[in-house]
């Protein structure tokens, strides 16, 4: 297994219980506890950041949480965690019904071949909910920033620089090349970087105004898409199955007419 497919997850973990963290977390905790509310099956995944509790709410009854298999295996209350690399996930084809990333792809060396290897494991109509940060937001133009600054050696940085910001757009179009549709998606989290829980009290406000003047410059984003096969129907249960009719008299020849002959009489054997 290769421990070079994910990058360490620890300073991201770690930013997370900062006040800006936990503003983040909280927000992206309620839009996971919306969604897998809603998802059923018998299987599902959380892959990456144990420390956010995306599948608390979860209806599934068989959940894990995975990691890379350098930081250990960390589980959450309830949730089992194992070893994993996110792109040779230790699952068969087709045996999941749901996966989540909350920010894996965005920590993985290879975010196309996570995404494929996610598209094998999950079963037709499989759900995938994904957050990431958004680059068009007030915290990507500042993480921009921050790496023009450290090539100046000027350490800027508000998120960790392992962060690789891909934008809401592109990723849909990954997801549609996989023959993924995208079933929901929004924006969230509009305040300015800041640090301290005084300044994030005073710019709550912006978290209102943001939904409706702009939506598309929060943050962070949240996903969520199902994989699609073409040709594939779904079976529905067959909740009655009719019985075969039978016939009471054989019909007798009448010649010169079309008409059935009025000693034969077509019933069926369920009594209505």
């Not at 290769?2 to 300073?11: A, E, G, L, T």
């Not at 494991?121 to 915290?139: A, D, H, K, Q, T």
């Not at 000027?154 to 392992?162: A, R, V």
């Amino acid at each position: 297994m290769n421990s070079q497919i994910i990058r360490s997850q620890p300073d991201l973990a770690l930013w997370l219980q900062t006040p800006a963290g936990q503003y983040l977390a909280q927000w992206e905790s309620a839009q996971f506890d919306r969604v897998v509310s809603d998802v059923f099956g018998y299987h599902g995944l959380q892959l990456g950041l144990p420390q956010l509790e995306c599948l608390r709410n979860s209806r599934i009854r068989h959940c894990w949480v995975a990691q890379d298999h350098v930081m250990g295996a960390e589980g959450q209350a309830g949730v089992p965690g194992l070893f994993a690399n996110s792109v040779a996930l230790p699952f068969a084809d087709q045996s999941l019904d749901l996966v989540v990333l909350p920010h894996t792809l965005e920590l993985s060396l290879d975010p196309h071949a996570t995404l494929r290897e996610v598209e094998r494991v999950l079963v037709p109509e499989g759900r995938v909910i994904i957050s990431g940060f958004n680059p068009l937001s007030l915290w990507g133009q500042r993480h921009k920033r921050a790496l023009w600054c450290a090539r100046l050696g000027i350490d800027n940085y508000f998120l960790p620089k392992e962060v690789d910001f891909i934008g809401y757009w592109r990723l849909r179009d990954w997801l549609r090349l996989l023959s993924f549709e995208v079933d929901g998606g929004r924006f969230g989290c509009y305040l300015p970087s800041v640090q301290s829980p005084r300044w994030i009290t005073r710019f709550g406000w912006m978290d209102k105004a943001g939904d409706r003047w702009w939506p598309i410059l929060g943050a962070v984003y949240f996903l969520a898409a199902v994989k699609r096969v073409r040709g594939m129907r779904l079976l529905q249960p067959v909740w009655k199955h009719a019985k075969p009719t039978s016939v009471s008299a054989v019909p007798s020849v009448n010649s010169g007419k079309s008409s059935a002959p009025t000693g034969m009489h077509a019933h069926s054997d369920d009594t209505l």
